[in-house]
């Protein structure tokens, strides 16, 4: 059974950092490209990055560009989502995603992370 | 970016209905759409791939389909379970957008 279990929200003040991460189970890890979607609280899904499966390649839309670092440790199984410069329209819940083989779409996620950017 | 436009907003039905969800892409996507459906406090959950591929374990009353940028979701005789919202992803090119989602409700 695939697992997504992410770790490492809370409360941050504006401009400032945290690093997010998700533990993968059950599936091969280091065959898979992975993602961060957030979703703010009542609103819509947002794609916030993406990275291939051996981590050589990662993806970012301009809202995060620059800010955000997507990473991940294959021998750990684990995924991990550097933020930083953040901004209170940072505040939403991080969704850790698996991507489907060969296509961006996804077919896996987690339970989600809160992140909360408030002084 | 492409812009993905859900219509309605909301729809509110009743069990036993079939209901349809429109989702426009703002240029082609080819086939590469996926729907979602997401209950509250729930994390979304795949549906329909490459616009009109169940995923593992969808029942068949969920169906996908396109006409050239305009794509739909199908739901025949609508269950309990299946009021939630829901949304369209394109990943035909990065960055990948949702939709603003679809909320079913009775």
């Known amino acids: 059974e695939v697992q997504l279990v992410e770790s490492g929200g809370g409360l941050v003040q504006p401009g400032g950092s945290l690093r997010l991460s998700c533990a993968a189970s059950g599936f091969t890890f280091s065959n898979y490209a992975m993602s961060w979607v957030r979703q703010a609280p009542g609103k819509g899904l947002e794609w916030v990055s993406g990275?291939?499966?051996?981590?050589?390649?990662?993806y970012y839309p301009d809202s995060v560009k620059g800010r955000f670092t997507i990473s991940r440790d294959n021998s750990k199984e684990t995924l991990y989502l550097q933020m930083s410069s953040l901004r209170a329209e940072d505040t939403a819940l991080y969704y850790c995603?698996?991507?489907?083989?060969?296509?961006?779409?996804?077919?896996?996620w987690g339970q989600g992370t809160p992140v909360t950017v408030s002084s | 970016e492409i812009v993905m436009t859900q219509s309605p907003a909301t729809l509110s039905v009743s069990p036993g209905e079939g209901v349809t969800l429109s989702c426009r892409a703002s240029?082609?996507?080819?086939?590469?759409l996926a729907w979602y459906q997401q209950k509250p406090g729930q994390a979304p959950r795949l549906l329909i791939y490459g616009t009109s591929t169940r995923a593992t374990g969808i029942p068949a009353r969920f169906s996908g389909s396109a006409s050239g940028t305009d794509f739909t979701l199908t739901i025949n005789s609508l269950q309990s379970e299946d009021f939630a919202v829901y949304y369209c992803?394109?990943?035909?090119?990065?960055?990948?957008?949702f939709g603003g989602g679809t909320k079913v409700e009775i």
């Open positions: 995603a698996k991507v489907a083989p060969g296509k961006w779409f996804f077919d896996y």
């Open positions: 990275i291939s499966a051996s981590g050589d390649t990662t």
């Open positions: 992803q394109q990943y035909n090119v990065r960055p990948l957008t």
């Open positions: 240029q082609s996507v080819s086939s590469n």
